[in-house]
């Protein structure tokens, strides 16, 4: 049986304020019955808070809807972001006095508290899991949808993925994709000839390897897989491949499948909020332009299924490029808006891919809408001459 998603659209057919997205959350909360499920839970709800000058993460109004839902239903609740985020946390909103509840960093202040759980994926042996979601009960996972410079795009899966673990484990999601090697130093020993590679980039994702001198390094977040460095590479020394891309996004399906395997079934929910959606993540500091019309308001028990419906939902949506940052480039229209801006091997549909594959979900769901947009049928306009 297909997984259910409720969905509220972003549009309003009235200008009336239970069209609205908090209303449709509200909506949402109701279908996924929180209230019924958090009696006596103590209950981590996890989202980014963003950093610094971001404020296109999920508004307080909505964490706050959330927060008195689990407490209506008997259920104790905090908010949770990694320690680097929450450190500020305030100045954007995410107080205990407005939101109703504590406010913690997930691993401490000092990112010291977490629990280890082995399990092998590439150069990854032991995941650690926060502590502060580990000892919670019930995992209310409330992510905001908007693009990712590694693997395209960031929503459910993103926000449990890096959030869920301490730095070091984050550091290490990140090295995955260097684990497959895509520089072959011996087909190019000539120094001039790697600076002519490196700067071939137009993006600065080739530099020098710091703990290699001599030695070429990606940063693939940068790389939007245009070509333009394999032109001026010796054959054989540098591969744009797949696996180096693919990497991050089953390294993220895995972090899931340990965090969220540290909850009993039935105890774990996920809402994605798609609007403001930026070309990057909330964890970069600022917010830019959308680079998309908004979605609306997505909740289902299902990672899998969640992260499936917003991408297919968002998925013909027109990418806003007047919207992009100028240093950012369009070189493919093929695919979601996601995959257009950050290149062919930053595949959206990747982390549900993964995710599937290991059991966490599905991505065959049904989009359940909890309040249609009317439609008014009107006559032709009649043409009324000024005077
Ligand atoms: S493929 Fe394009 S963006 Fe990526 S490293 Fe090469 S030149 Fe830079």
Redesign the pocket.
Known sequence: MPSQVFFGSARQARLDACETLPAKLDLIIDQLHIRDRVKGETVAIKMHTGHTLSYSTVHPVFVRKLVKAVKDGGGKPFVTDVSWDIRAAEERGYSPDVLGCPVYPTAGIDEKYYYEHERPFKNIKVWKVAGMIEDATFLLNLAHVKGHPVCGFGAAFKNLALGCVVGETRGAIHDTMHFDPYWFADKCPAADDVKRVME????G??VEDKHHPGDLH?HFE?????????QAAPPGSLK?DPVNFYAFQEACAYSVAVSLGTFAPGKATHISLATHMTPVCDCFGFTSMPIMADAGVFGSDDIVAIDQAVLDATCNFPLLEENLPTVMEVHTREGHPFRQLHGPYKDPYLVTQYGEQLGLGSRQYELVDVLPVAQFARPSVTYIPAN
Not at 200 to 203: G, L, Q, S
């Open positions: 071939a980039c137009p993006f994702a080739l990606m940068q790389c939007n897989q245009c070509g333009r460095c394999l744009i």
